[in-house]
C-alpha cells in the first residue's frame, strides 16, 4: 500500500498523563470531520469515577473497563485519546499496530500546572509521580508512535493544525 493509499483513520493519541491528548485529539477530529472518543471519558460515563473504580475495585479492574473502551473506541472513531496507561496492554498495544498514533508529550515542568489539584489516582505524590510513571512508559509509546510532538510551550490550536496538516499528507 503505497503512502497516498493509507487512511490516517483511526487517530489514536498516546502518551503520558496531561499531555493534552483530549483537548488537542478534540480539535485533530473536529477539523478533519471524524467522530472524536476520549476512552478514560467513556470508562466514567459507565462505570463512575475513575478514583472510585481504582479504590473500590483496583487498578486491575480498571485497566480491564478500560480496555472494553478501547476495543470500541477503535471501531467506532476517526479520533481516539486513550488514558496514559492504555498502552500497557498487549492487545492495544496489536491494535495500534494498524492505526496512525500520535505520541504526545511535555516536560514535568510543563504538566505541574496543569495536574495541580488533581484527582488522579497514581499521582499521590505529584509530578514526582508523573515522572516516574511517563519514564516507565516512554518506551511504548516511541515504540507505538507514528509522530512524536511536545505539547509543553506551544498553543494546542497550533499542536492540532500541525497534525491537521500532517495527516491529510498521509491520506
Known sequence: MSTSDRTPFPMVFIGPMAAGKTRIG?????????????TDKRVVAVHGPIKDIFAVDGEQRFRELERAAVVDALETAGVVSLGGGAV????????????????????????????TGSKRPLLQNGVADWQRIFDERRPTYEALASIHIDTSNRPIEQIAAEIVTWAKERS
Do not use: H, Y
Open 26 to 38: 478534540k480539535r485533530v477530529a473536529a477539523a478533519l470531520g471524524v467522530p472524536f472518543v476520549d
Open 88 to 115: 500497557l496492554d498487549p492487545a492495544t498495544q496489536a491494535d495500534l499496530l494498524a492505526c496512525t498514533v500520535v505520541f504526545l508529550s511535555a516536560t514535568s515542568e510543563a504538566v505541574a500546572s496543569r495536574i
